[in-house]
């Protein structure tokens, strides 16, 4: 690729996989080096459908999402260079997915078009491919190789990064602290009321935080009053702890929110039911969720598992959901009767004034 110039860093980010959980550390990346980071469209159902038409019926909803993206920046004004990393491997002997792993791979051969892919590759699993030699691929394209600055930028990313996590761990909802952090601002609300029924609400977060692809389950469990628990809102160590209390190590990539943060909150007694949602056709999912529906079991902690693809329809996806939430409603009023049902003490009457009675007689 010819070297740019500063005018012409446009960088485009799709707005899926990876993108609701590293975008903000791109973003601050990719500004403190003087691109404008243009992202695709919101995902919409002709998003869905022209992802789709690219690839095999068996490839899972949230890759032809992706590529759905795709299509939507190379369509975009200036819009040349797209940013597909390939996130082999997070930490030594700790993967991603085949379908994450090959995504580069997947998007060269299936999307035709006018456009530059900026592909690099982070495997933690192998020599001379850490996080600065990641970084240094995905801008040496644009002609940047000064290790300093590219050192300087990727602090600039941490710090809009963890301003976003510090936001989600306090409760603050995911679009309010994305768009918080990119501009540099920290909005910690107050600590939210309490509602009638908590739920822990497991996914990975490309499913959750993609309105169509969820079909906005946070708002339609807000309307039911319940308080929504994610792993955004927990600890590494918490989602450590969680995933030994399987009894498993850690394996994939985004097993943490997943196994992780159902074990968390399987114990947590605050939590009144798990809900799961996950990707038709997703292969480590079926494992993981296998597991948590076991221990929900061995618990006695409700749950609902919920699978979704681009015909999931959304009448009888509501209806599971509200069926749930009714059934928590009504097993938590049930205990609530045995509670108050249940006395503290024995009750034993006072019969000296009956005996006296009977004695004067």
């Not at 992706?66 to 369509?75: A, E, K």
């Not at 590494?236 to 074990?263: C, D, H, L, R, V």
Request: charged content about 25%.
């Amino acid at each position: 690729m010819i070297k740019q110039e500063k005018q012409d860093l446009v960088i485009g980010i799709p707005r899926g996989m990876s993108y609701y959980g590293n975008y903000p550390f791109w973003y601050g990346f990719f500004d403190a080096l003087g691109f404008k980071v243009v992202l695709s469209d919101p995902t919409t159902k002709q998003t869905m459908s022209d992802g789709s038409a690219l690839v095999v019926t068996e490839t899972c909803l949230p890759i032809k999402i992706y590529l759905g993206h795709i299509l939507n920046l190379i369509n975009k004004k200036g819009v040349k260079n797209i940013f597909v990393p390939s996130l082999q491997s997070i930490a030594p002997k700790i993967y991603n997915c085949s379908k994450i792993r090959g995504l580069p791979d997947l998007v060269r051969n299936v999307v035709k078009g006018d456009y530059n892919l900026i592909e690099a590759t982070l495997d933690k699993s192998a020599k001379k491919q850490g996080l600065y030699e990641f970084l240094a691929d995905a801008v040496k394209p644009f002609g940047i190789t000064d290790s300093e600055t590219i050192k300087k930028a990727s602090k600039q990313g941490w710090k809009v990064y963890n301003n976003f996590y510090m936001m989600m761990r306090a409760g603050v909802k995911y679009k309010d602290a994305l768009s918080n952090a990119i501009k540099g601002k920290i909005l910690l609300e107050a600590e939210q009321d309490s509602a009638p029924i908590n739920v822990a609400l497991i996914s990975h977060a490309y499913n959750i935080y993609d309105d169509r692809a969820c079909m906005k389950i946070f708002e339609k469990l807000e309307k039911m009053d319940v308080k929504v628990f994610t792993a955004f809102q927990l600890s590494e160590e918490q989602m450590q702890e969680g995933i030994s209390s399987f009894n498993q190590k850690k394996y994939w990539a985004n097993e943490p929110e997943m196994t992780g943060a159902a074990g968390h909150y399987l114990k947590d007694n605050m939590i009144d039911g798990i809900v799961t949602l996950n990707a038709f056709g997703c292969g480590p999912d079926s494992l993981m969720i296998e597991r948590i529906m076991r221990k929900a079991k061995e618990l006695n902690k409700p749950m609902l598992s919920l699978t979704i693809d681009e015909h999931t329809g959304e009448a009888g996806f509501i209806t599971r959901l509200e069926a749930f939430i009714d059934m928590l409603y009504r097993k938590k009023r049930s205990e609530i009767i045995n509670d108050l049902s249940t006395s503290d003490y024995d009750y034993v009457p006072q019969t000296n004034i009956c005996e006296s009675i009977l004695k004067d007689r």
